[in-house]
Structure formats: C-alpha cells, structure tokens
C-alpha cells in the first residue's frame, strides 16, 4: 500500500473518530432538542427526564444522581413529559381563593401501568426567587393509556403573587 492511500485511510479514520465524538458531547451535554414529547415505538422514557418539544431535555438528577433542587423549567400550555407522564397542551395556572392553581391532564401512554404522579411545581421571579410551590399528586396509580386531570394547589398560599418562570421537580 502506498503512503497517499495510507494518509488518506488515516485521514478518513481520523475525521470519523472526531465527528463520533462531537456526537457523544452534544448527546450528553443535554443541549440535543426534543424531537416530540409523546414518546414513539422504542422511545423507552427515563425516570426524571423532562422532555418539551423543541427545547433541550433537563434531568431532574445530577450526574450523581441527586435530585437536584431548582428541577427543570417548564412552560405553561405547553405539553412536556417528565419520566413516565405526558403532560397534555393547554395545561394552565389560575389564581384562587387563597393562592395559585394549576390544571393538568396527565396522560400513560405506555404499554403498561405506572405509579401515581407526584410532582412539585415552583413558581420563581427571574431573579430565582420562589413565589409559591404547587402540589401535583394523583391519588391513584395509571393503567396503560388512562388520562386523569389533576388540581395542583398551593403548598403554603400566601395569595396570588406574580411570577415569571415555572419549573418542575
């Protein structure tokens, strides 16, 4: 083999290794956008993953696997998985009597039945400051394709202040 053919194999193996690599880097930077946030054939979901369609996947653990404290940031009307549950669009947050509501239709489309959903919502100024945690739990377990709407209420409500950011965790 001549010296060209073997530059030019080590130049193509070379390119190869690096495009491989860039791959892996954005993969796991977390920055790879959603494709959809309804999971298809052999999308198997991650526990305390949060997919929104069009924006990057947030892990509610660290890369220890702690779960971390500010969670993943969400937007309201906006459809999102978080681990096992798709979260319908048009979900919403209203004031109420004492403090902030919000209304969500949490749907298992999965082959198979999972545990109950339990989740906190936060509602943060942008400076980072929490305005009011909301309380999302269903009752019951969901059976393969069950759709309940549930009523996330104030953990502790001090009225209705305002907020500008919604994350989850």
């Not at 193996?13 to 954005?26: E, K, P, Q, R, Y």
């Not at 369609?53 to 459809?79: A, M, T």
Request: hydrophobic share 35%.
């Amino acid at each position: 083999m001549s010296a060209r053919k073997i530059a030019g194999t080590l130049a193509v193996l070379a390119f190869g290794g690096a495009a491989f690599c860039a791959g892996i880097g954005v993969e796991r930077s977390g920055h790879n956008p959603v494709p959809a946030a309804v999971p298809v054939a052999g999308d198997k979901p991650k526990h305390g993953l949060v997919q929104t369609v069009g924006k990057p996947s947030c892990s509610q653990y660290d890369r220890f696997g702690y779960h971390k404290d500010d969670g993943c940031q969400i937007y309201p009307g906006e459809g999102f998985r978080v681990g096992f549950y798709t979260v319908k669009d048009g979900w919403s947050i209203k004031p109420g009597k004492e403090g902030p509501v919000a209304t969500l239709t949490v749907w298992n489309n999965n082959p198979g039945a999972i545990a109950r959903f339990w989740e906190t919502l936060h509602l943060r100024r942008y400076d980072g400051s929490l305005v009011e945690l909301l309380w999302c739990e269903s009752e019951k377990s969901f059976a393969a394709g069950q759709y309940v709407t549930l009523t996330c209420e104030a953990h502790n409500p001090e009225g209705n202040g305002t907020y500008d950011e919604v994350w989850i965790s």
